[in-house]
C-alpha cells in the first residue's frame, strides 16, 4: 500500500539502494593482488609494513584517509526524508 507520495514497494526500494551502496563501498576497500612501491595518487613510498598489512595495496595512508573522508561523506546520504523536509 501506498501512502503520502510514495509508491508502492518505495520503502524497499529505498533499503535495497542502501545496501547497494554499502556493498560499492566494502568492495572499494576491498584490496588484493601485487602492493604497489609507490602511491598511485601523489607518488611517495609506501612502507613496507603497509604493503605486507595489507596484500593488494595502492595508496599511501593519507591519499587513502582522504579517499575514505570523500567516500563516508556520500554514504550520509538521507533516503528517508519525509516529504515534509522535501518541501523546504
Known amino acids: 500500500m501506498a501512502g ?3 509508491s508502492d514497494g ?3 526500494e529505498q533499503i535495497d539502494a542502501s545496501v547497494e551502496d554499502a ?3 566494502a568492495r572499494s576497500r576491498i ?3 601485487e602492493s ?3 602511491c598511485e595518487q ?3 613510498p609506501i612502507s613496507e609494513a ?4 595489507l596484500p593488494g595495496v ?3 595512508i593519507e591519499c587513502r584517509s582522504e579517499f575514505e573522508k570523500k567516500h563516508e561523506a556520500l554514504t550520509g546520504f538521507n533516503r528517508r526524508a519525509g516529504k515534509d523536509s522535501q518541501l523546504k
Not at 50 to 53: C, G, I, T
Open 42 to 44: 601523489c607518488g611517495e
Open 4 to 6: 503520502g507520495w510514495s
Open 58 to 60: 595502492r595508496l599511501c
Open 50 to 53: 603497509r604493503q605486507k598489512a
Open 31 to 33: 584490496t588484493n593482488g
Open 36 to 38: 604497489l612501491t609507490r
Open 10 to 12: 518505495a520503502v524497499h
Open 23 to 25: 556493498v560499492r563501498l
